[in-house]
């Protein structure tokens, strides 16, 4: 298993981060994931393999006369629909940002995708996308199964 900067090596720049980066990605070895021993089991047993955590990010910053004017806005009752629309287009890039991840691994789809939104101040908030990238490897088992909810 290999790390970022392993073998005692100091990463300095976003240019070496995303160099290395690419040569993990390049050698296949265990897939990171965001699921559940049993999800994991079903999900091989559908006939799928997990690729890897995959992950999309977007920081939004309404700038000091959005936030003012949100503010005043706020004062009043109804939507606040600068606001909105700036949620709404950073939760889109964060979803994008995470299919590309999922597409560079050769990904058929996305499951338990969950979205974050994280207020850093009152004027910025960043947006997390994360979720297991898998692929269709074979058909499902046909096993029937049984779960027991206590």
């Known amino acids: 298993m290999a790390f ?8 300095t720049g976003m ?30 047993d559908a006939g799928y393999q997990p690729l ?9 910053s309404m700038g000091v006369s959005g936030g ?3 503010a005043f806005k706020g004062l009043q009752r109804g939507e606040l ?5 700036l949620m709404y287009a950073a939760r889109e890039l964060s979803l994008q940002r995470m299919k590309a991840e999922a597409d560079a691994l050769g990904a058929d789809s996305i499951i338990n995708v969950q979205v974050e939104i994280i207020h850093r101040s009152e004027e ?3 947006v997390v996308a994360t979720g297991t ?3 269709k490897v074979s058909e499902p088992s046909g096993r029937q199964i049984t779960l027991q909810v206590k």
């Open 4 to 11: 970022l900067g392993g073998n005692n090596n100091q990463l």
């Open 124 to 126: 910025i908030m960043e």
């Open 81 to 85: 629909k600068q606001l909105t629309q």
């Open 68 to 70: 003012i004017a949100t």
């Open 15 to 44: 240019g070496e981060i995303e160099e290395e980066l690419k040569q993990l990605q390049s050698h296949p070895g265990a897939a990171t994931s965001n699921l559940s021993a049993m999800d994991f089991w079903l999900l091989v």
């Open 52 to 60: 890897g955590f995959v992950l999309g990010n977007s920081v939004m």
């Open 133 to 135: 990238a898998v692929k």
